[in-house]
Structures are given as structure tokens and as C-alpha cells.
């Protein structure tokens, strides 16, 4: 499918390229006929994503060796990392808080929630925050490679066992080895809301 | 679209749900008052209030088909109409009975489904009553009603956001002043609010400001001495080999002049930049802090009718007089205060004020009074006090409640004195126990509201005389966002304490310092007070800041300690911290949604230099380490008791992992000796007397499986509780630990202090 897509993508390029070059030498009848053919490469294209249906946005990063992804919809923003302030008495997973335009959001270290090998914090660390109606926190990724769309059928929901990531923190896995995090579900998960009451 | 009009007929319910509440409490509101001053030149004017608000409430549940909400409107309408044109009063029995009508209508407005009207009809039986009972509900009467609903023209809520509207609830509690006209406009506070955090971050942006500009400045000041240093040169004879040196000077120069000259007016224009800038920010975030400023008459309206209804359950007359409603506090304090409140004036109904009956015996009158009064003080704070002219506080009851539930010594208690016994009435520790709660009641209630007021930086205090009354006083800083703190380092980390709870700072000599039972105390105006460190209490305890911290602190600020003594309520606690730096005028902001309740801390500030650093909440911080006190056994709450510091033993063969362990122990206040390997230790463990041993698995000589194996079989040792910690993970190496009679087994690589001093405190 994606692999089609691409390349009546190329073809449509082709054909408009074809349209353009003759356009210097071309009468108003031919110039009309070159037009309708042009809109027509055009909207060859708009017809092309209105079929892709089920496809999901999302932000790809990476931790440590592995490639991860989440969904755009639960992204509020990418924020570089400074500087953070670790707080006293929190489980390891919750590196600390930052300030982002007066606003504090509390930073979870992945890699801790997910029992991976730390590498410590290098320059490129960036936080992508992540936000629904009810939870918001932002996310350290080493670094981001950016954001794509990709279709749902590509995703292998069935294999959702990763060492170390407990499956509900999954949404699944793609054919070149692309984890998509379940954002809702992370955002959702009550080991994630610290509320430390003292009697 | 029919999903929008579904949405748009829920956005209405939602509007009508907000506009039926307003109705509602103004109609409360003003049955009170008029139920106070039946025969008063206002009641003409609450009547007719109360009959329009019965009235446009009726309109608004039609448009929103809440025939159920209509019907029991209708009648209200009627009934308050004869009211009006026919100078008819009310008795005690029909205002409860309208109070009920309303009740039953604040209910419904809540409930989001239409009930049939059948469930009402009993109620509505019973308020037509009201007017049947005089003479029967004429054709002429009915026809009268028509005649105002024509008049009024018919009220649909909107369904806008924002609703012009005049504040009738303020014409109504302020009846006897003048009411203000005012044009108010709505705005969901979900709105409010990243405004007001946009104005809050242009503070750090005017902070930034300054020091750019004074950068600039020094720039400037460079460029001048850089050029004083060029004319020293120029003075100085050249030979004629300097010639081309001289003529690279005189370039250089007027290049400099020419720098100097546009720094110069760069940083003008930015100092007076930098003022206007300043002054516009700073209004504005004035502005924006007075716009979350509300009347304290927001919170309080449904007072009068929570006494009333209270009053009367109990069978108890009582007044309440509320003074200073007109005070604007910050929002966030006042949805805060509700419930403290609420459960003050319950106090004071429930135990201050005795029946009619019981306040005539001695001489007293029949009704009771409440004075509940909102005061400003030191232009920023909020004193509110709740009296009553009641029965006042039976200490004798208290201190033997405090002395059954163990909170207080029995031969403590001559030593008690009346303001420390009235401070009792707070402890949670004394509410939890039933007896107090029969006694008394001032049980969990106050405990609670003690709790409130205390995480709003403010202050709680009671004054009571047998017969004459109770007086509660709280004290609360006006807005939320801004008071002032003191900036203190511990173990490299930084945080602010709340000035509010700050008693005083101190830098003593450690000659001061006396170690009383195991724990540094400090004389302070004769009061023996613990100290604390902070970075403990907190758990803080890196090793390699741990140390780094010291190594600095001893080269620098000789042998002074630097202590803060913290109050709350009339506890005293001294916290040991590294560094005291400054004092400032904080912003405080709330933690990010995921960190709902942190222990210790009550949320974060923003430093001028874009830094984040945690505030203290001093409440928890006094619990901690009151709790930390408790859990190691060192100091009861004033008592102190003897304590053992246990002695530990650590094997390990590998310096690094030996000091590490060491450290961490001794952090956490235990003696520790040190062996290499499971030989030595074996010889030290006969020799001294030791609690427990830590030791590592793989070591030369003797390992620690066979340590572990030699001491349980040792007669005199057997007891003698074993750690092992070490880098094997596999289950054989686990199970032959347990084999060999090790009580517990860690893996270095899941290895952190937490887990290691956990291990310990179970063991001993």
C-alpha cells in the first residue's frame, strides 16, 4: 500500500513535469487542455489521501537504541531541556520539573518507567509533553526525529510484549521496529499521578 | 445536525444550571433577611426581589423544559404575589416550607432529567396551602398574576459565555448600603487563568530585562577602561619602529570611540526601555491579581441559610452578624475557606450556643449570636474571626480527652497551660478518638481546618472564656500567588521556606550546638529545640553531594552552623541547612497536574535566572520530621528518650562499593566498621559487639556465604541479622543466601539506599 502510494506519487510528478515543458510553445487551446491536465495531477493527489483512512500521526523518537512513537494527538509540544529541578521523596521515574513559559511540567524518565539502560542526559534531550483533558506531563526523549503519518494496518498490535515495558504502556509495533507507545494509556496509568497525602 | 443541537441543548442546561443557582441563592438570601425584619421599610423591596427571582427562574426552566422546576415556581410566583399586593405575612411554618420548596428545587436544578411532576405534587399541595389557608386563591388573584407575567418581559437564559448582568446578589447582601451598578462581564475561569499566567511570566521576562541591561552596562564599562589602558600607551614615546604600532593605537581609538558611542545610547534607550517596560508589567500583573480577586460575599451567601436551617434542626435561636463581606481575597484562597468555614459555624451551633432554655438559666438571651468578621490587616493579610456568645470551651473536658488518647502525659498535664490546651483542640491525634468526638465534637472537624488554613500559609488560633464565648481568629495572606520567602541550600539543592512559618535564622558556633540524648539541640529563649537537617529530612542523601557539600562547607564558613527556626502553630522545630542566601518575593505555582500531593513540598518558584526551585510546605516538613524522630527512635515529641545507635559491620573487598555502603550508613545515623573480606570480618564480629552485618558475596579468603554460614552456627552470634549485597542475580545464588541463614539478600544492580536502609530498619 505505502510502497503505491509513493510511487503514483512519482508518476503524478512525471506528468506534470511533462505538462510544464511543453507549456512555453503552446497555444490558449493547448494552454486550456495543459491546465485541465495539471488540475487533474493535482487532484490526483487530494484523491490519494482521502483514501488512506485509517492512518494516525505521529512524533517518532529515540531512547536509547530503540525507536519509539506516540501519537500527535496526545502532544502538546516539544520543549528543548535546559535545565530541570529534581524534587525530593519521588519514585526515579519522575526526573523533575521544568518551567515552560511560566507553567511547571513535571518530566518522566522513560527509561526508568521501562527498566531501560540509562545513558544519561546529553545535549539534545528534548521533552515532548504530552497532555489529555484530565493528565499532563512531558516525556525525555534523546532526541526526536519527526513527526509522519502512518497507517494503522501497518501496526502490529498482536506483539506487545517488550522486555521491560508492561504491554499496557503498548499500543504496538511496526514492521521496521517503530514502537508506538500508548500515550492514553501512559497518561491514564495511576502509578504515573504522585499523590503523596501525610497523615 | 443533530449532534449540535444536542450540544447547543447542552450548553443551555449548562447556562440554565448556572442561572437557576444565582436565582436560587438569591431567593434564599432573601427569605433570611426577610424572616430577620418581617416588619422592615426593605421588606416591601425583598419581597418584590424575591417574587421577580421566583419569576424569571420559572422562564428559565421553561426554556429549558424542566416542567417539574416550572410548576413549583408557579406557585412560589403566587404566593409571594399575594405577599406583596396584599401586605400578608408569612409565619415560621410557611418561610421553612418555602426554604424546603427552594431545597427541593436547588436539588432538581442539579439533577440534569426532567422528573415527572407527580413527585412534586405534595409539595406544591402544601405551598399552595400557604395561601389557601388565609382565603382560598381568587379568580381575581390568578388574573392579577397574568397581569405581571405580561409585565415582565419573559427571560431566556443565554446561551453566550459571557452575560451582562447586574449583580443582584450584590444589591441583595449589601441592601443596606447603596448598592454599586456595576457591569460585570463573565468569563469562565479556565480563561482567567493562562492569562494570569502570561502576566506572572512577564515578570521573569522584566527580570531578564534588567540583566541584559546591566550586562550592556558592563560592556560599556569595559570598552571605557579598555580605552584609558590605549591612552596610557599612546603616551608612552615611540621609537621609530613604533611608529606603525602608534598609528595601529590612534585606529584602534577611534574605532573604541565610535563602540562607546553606540553603546551608550543603545543602553539609554534600553534603561528607560527597561522602566516603562517595568511599571507596565507590574500593573498588569497587579490588574490581573485583582481580577482574581473576589468579594468574600461569594463564598459567604449561603451562610445565613446553613445557620438558620441548623439553628432550627437543633431547636436553637441564633444570629448571624457577618461583617466585611465587601473584602476581595485572592479566588483560589476563597474556594479554599468555604469548608473551613462551614465547619467553624457548625462548631459553634453544634457545642457553642446552648438552647434558648439553657442560655435563659444563666441570664443570657434567648438567641444566640454569631459576629463571623473579615478584617485586612498589615495591608496584605486576611484576619477573619468567628465568635460566638456561647458556652466557650471546657478545658478540663480536653485535656482529659488529649490524656486518654495518649497525646498528652497524665503527669504532664499541670504543666499545661490554657493556651496549649486550647491548641489540643486542633490535633488530629485527639479527634480520631470517639471520646472527644462525643464530648466536645471539636474533633476531626478542626483538625481538618486547621490543616486547610496551614497549606494556605495561614495561621489558626482559639480564644474561649466559660460562658462568655469562643472566639476562632485565622489568619491568611490575601492572594495566593506571591509572599515572600528565604532561599536556602541544602546538599546542593535549592528551595524556598514561606517567611509566614520562618521564626528566626540563626548562624551559631558549634560550641551552641549541644547533643542532647543522641540529638543536636539548640537553647532558644530557653526552650530546648531539635535540630534537623534539612537535606535528611527531605532525602537527600547523594552520596557524592553529601560529601562535596561538606568539603565546601568546611573550607568556607569555618565552624558556623546555619539553622532556621520554623514555626507552626505552637510547635518549634530548627532545621540545619547549608546555606541561607536571600530573601524574596516569590510567585509560588502549583506543580504540574501529575504531581498532585508531594510530600514536603507545596509548589515551585521561577527564579530571575529562569531556575525552578521547589517551596518548602512547612506543615508536612514538621510532620517528617517529627515522623523521622519517631521512626528511628530518637526523640518522642517534646520527651526525649534513650536511644541505641546500632553498630553495623560492612564486609566488602572492593573500596569503592565499602565506602559507598559506609557512607549511606552512616548518613543514616548508624556506627559503622569496616572489614575486607569475610575473615576479617569474622575475627571483628567475635571481637566487638555489632547489630548487624552488611556484606558482599564474592571476596578473597572467606566469602560471604561462608561468613554468613559461620555466624548463624556460632552459638553467641546466631542472632546476629546478615545482609548480604551483592552483583549475583541468579536464583542459586539467591537461594543458597537463604541456605546459608542470611536475612536478607540484595542485588547491587536494583541496589539504592532506599532499599538497603528499608532492609535495615525492618531488621532491627
Known amino acids: 500500500m505505502k510502497n503505491n ?14 505538462v510544464l515543458s511543453v507549456n512555453e510553445v503552446a497555444s490558449p487551446e493547448l494552454k486550456r487542455k495543459i491546465l485541465r491536465a495539471r488540475a487533474k495531477a493535482l487532484a490526483l493527489e487530494v484523491k490519494d489521501e482521502s483514501a488512506q483512512q485509517e492512518c494516525i500521526e505521529i512524533i517518532e523518537f529515540r531512547l536509547g537504541s530503540e525507536t519509539y512513537a506516540v501519537e500527535t494527538e496526545f502532544v502538546r ?95 504496538g509495533v511496526t514492521s521496521d521496529h517503530l514502537i508506538i507507545l500508548n500515550a492514553k494509556n501512559i497518561l491514564e496509568d495511576k502509578k504515573i499521578l504522585i499523590n503523596q497525602e501525610i497523615k | 445536525m443533530d449532534t449540535k443541537e444536542e450540544e447547543f441543548l447542552k450548553r443551555l442546561q449548562a447556562m440554565f444550571k448556572i442561572e437557576a443557582q444565582e436565582h436560587i441563592q438569591v431567593i434564599s438570601s432573601g427569605l433570611i433577611e426577610l424572616e430577620k425584619n418581617p416588619q422592615n421599610n ?47 405575612a408569612l409565619t415560621a411554618e410557611h418561610f421553612d416550607l418555602i426554604h424546603k420548596a427552594i431545597d427541593t428545587i436547588s436539588k432538581m436544578v442539579s439533577e440534569a432529567v426532567s422528573k415527572t411532576s407527580d413527585d412534586n405534587r405534595e409539595l406544591i399541595k402544601m405551598l399552595r396551602s400557604i395561601t389557601q389557608s388565609d382565603q382560598p386563591v381568587t379568580v381575581k388573584k390568578l388574573s392579577k398574576d397574568s397581569k405581571h407575567d ?68 558592563n560592556i560599556y ?30 585606529w584602534t581609538n577611534e574605532k573604541l570611540d565610535e563602540t562607546e558611542r553606540s553603546i551608550s545610547t543603545v543602553v539609554h534607550a534600553m534603561e528607560s526601555d527597561q522602566r516603562s517596560l517595568g511599571r507596565m508589567i507590574d500593573d498588569h500583573v497587579d490588574s490581573m491579581k485583582k481580577v482574581l480577586m473576589l468579594p468574600m460575599f461569594t463564598i459567604i451567601e449561603v451562610f445565613p441559610k446553613l445557620v438558620r ?79 460566638d456568645d456561647g458556652a466557650g470551651i471546657d478545658i478540663d473536658k480536653v485535656i482529659s480527652a488529649a490524656v486518654k488518647s495518649g497525646v498528652v502525659l497524665k503527669d504532664n498535664v499541670e504543666k499545661i497551660s490554657t493556651l496549649e490546651s486550647f491548641a489540643l483542640i486542633f490535633k488530629s491525634g485527639i479527634s480520631t478518638s470517639p471520646l472527644i468526638t462525643d464530648i466536645s465534637g471539636r474533633g476531626l472537624g478542626l483538625a481538618i481546618v486547621r490543616e486547610k488554613v496551614e497549606k494556605l500559609g495561614g495561621k489558626i488560633s482559639v480564644e474561649s472564656q466559660p460562658n462568655i464565648g469562643t472566639t476562632f481568629h485565622l489568619v491568611l495572606p490575601q492572594t495566593l500567588s506571591t509572599f515572600r520567602g528565604v532561599l536556602v541550600k541544602s546538599a546542593e539543592h535549592f528551595f524556598f521556606i514561606p517567611i509566614f512559618n520562618v521564626e528566626r535564622v540563626l548562624r551559631v558556633k558549634d560550641e551552641e550546638i549541644k547533643t542532647v540524648e543522641n540529638r543536636e539541640t539548640i537553647s532558644i529563649d530557653q526552650e530546648i529545640v531539635g535540630i534537623f537537617k534539612l537535606s535528611d529530612i527531605l532525602g537527600l542523601n547523594d552520596r557524592a553531594i553529601a560529601k562535596f557539600s561538606q568539603k565546601g562547607h568546611k573550607a568556607s564558613s569555618s565552624n558556623l552552623t546555619q539553622l532556621l527556626v520554623l514555626s507552626q502553630g505552637n510547635k518549634r522545630i530548627c532545621f540545619k541547612v547549608d546555606d541561607i542566601l536571600d530573601e524574596h518575593q516569590i510567585l509560588v505555582k502549583e506543580l504540574s497536574r501529575q504531581l498532585k500531593n508531594v510530600r514536603n513540598i507545596s509548589g515551585a518558584t521561577v527564579l530571575g535566572s529562569g531556575k525552578v526551585v521547589p517551596v518548602i510546605n512547612v506543615s508536612d516538613l514538621m510532620k517528617s520530621a517529627m515522623d523521622s524522630a519517631l521512626s528511628t527512635g530518637k526523640m518522642g515529641n517534646e520527651i526525649q528518650l534513650a536511644v541505641k545507635i546500632y553498630k553495623i559491620l560492612v564486609v566488602d573487598d572492593s573500596i569503592t562499593s ?107
Request: charged share 30%.
Open chain 2, 42 to 88: 426593605m421588606s416591601l423591596e425583598l419581597i418584590e426581589t424575591i417574587f421577580r427571582e421566583a419569576h424569571s427562574l420559572k422562564g428559565a426552566a421553561r426554556s429549558v423544559n424542566r416542567n417539574d422546576i416550572e410548576s413549583i415556581c408557579q406557585v412560589l410566583e403566587t404566593t409571594f404575589a399575594k405577599v406583596k399586593n396584599e401586605q400578608w
Open chain 2, 150 to 217: 405580561a409585565q415582565l418581559p419573559a427571560e431566556v437564559p443565554s446561551a453566550k459565555e459571557v452575560v451582562m448582568e447586574k449583580k443582584s446578589s450584590e444589591e441583595i447582601v449589601q441592601a443596606e448600603l447603596k448598592p454599586r451598578q456595576l457591569e460585570t462581564v463573565r468569563i469562565p475561569t479556565e480563561k482567567l487563568d493562562p492569562l494570569f499566567l502570561q502576566a506572572e511570566q512577564m515578570i521573569q521576562s522584566k527580570i531578564a530585562f534588567t540583566q541584559r541591561t546591566i550586562d550592556l552596562k
Open chain 2, 221 to 250: 564599562d569595559f570598552v571605557g577602561s579598555w580605552k584609558t589602558e590605549l591612552r596610557k600607551l599612546e603616551t608612552r614615546h615611540f621609537t621609530d619602529s613604533g611608529l606603525q604600532l602608534k598609528e595601529i593605537i590612534n
Open chain 1, 5 to 18: 502510494q509513493i510511487k503514483s506519487g512519482q508518476e503524478d510528478k512525471i506528468k506534470l513535469q511533462e
Open chain 1, 77 to 171: 509540544e516539544v520543549y528543548l531541556l535546559n535545565n530541570f529541578t529534581p524534587l525530593p521523596g519521588l519514585p526515579d521515574f519522575i526526573l523533575g520539573i521544568i518551567n515552560i513559559r511560566g507553567q511547571i511540567i513535571s518530566i518522566v524518565d522513560l527509561k526508568k518507567l521501562f527498566n531501560l539502560p540509562a545513558n544519561g542526559l546529553g545535549e539534545l534531550n528534548k521533552i515532548i509533553v504530552l497532555q489529555n483533558e484530565k493528565m499532563e506531563f512531558g516525556i525525555l526523549a534523546d532526541f526526536i526525529l519527526g513527526t509522519r503519518s502512518i497507517q494503522l494496518t501497518s501496526v502490529q498490535t498482536s506483539y506487545t510484549s517488550m522486555p521491560g515495558i508492561s504491554s499496557e504502556y503498548l499500543k
Open chain 2, 309 to 387: 436551617d441548623l439553628a432550627r434542626s437543633q431547636g436553637k435561636e441564633v444570629e448571624l452578624i457577618i461583617l466585611g463581606k465587601e473584602i476581595e481575597v485572592d479566588k483560589r484562597i476563597l474556594e479554599e475557606l468555604k469548608d473551613p468555614l462551614t465547619h467553624l459555624l457548625r462548631n459553634c451551633i453544634d457545642h457553642g450556643i446552648k438552647s434558648p432554655e439553657e442560655r435563659l438559666k444563666i441570664k443570657k438571651t434567648a438567641q444566640g449570636t454569631i459576629i463571623l468578621k473579615f478584617t485586612v490587616i498589615d495591608g496584605r493579610n486576611l484576619e477573619i474571626s468567628i465568635s
Open chain 2, 658 to 764: 565499602r565506602s559507598l555502603i559506609k557512607n549511606i550508613l552512616e548518613t543514616a545515623g548508624y556506627d559503622v566498621t569496616t572489614a575486607v573480606d569475610g575473615a576479617e570480618a569474622f575475627t571483628k564480629v567475635l571481637a566487638g559487639e555489632f547489630d548487624l552485618v552488611v556484606s558482599d558475596i564474592d571476596m578473597p579468603r572467606m566469602n560471604g556465604f561462608e561468613l554468613t554460614a559461620k555466624i548463624k552456627k556460632d552459638k553467641k552470634l546466631g542472632e546476629l541479622p546478615v545482609v548480604l549485597v551483592t552483583a549475583l542475580e541468579s536464583r542459586e545464588d539467591r537461594e543458597h543466601g537463604i541456605e546459608v541463614g542470611a536475612d536478607a539478600y540484595i542485588i547491587k544492580s536494583s541496589f539504592d539506599q532506599s532499599n538497603l536502609l528499608d532492609v535495615l530498619n525492618k531488621l532491627l
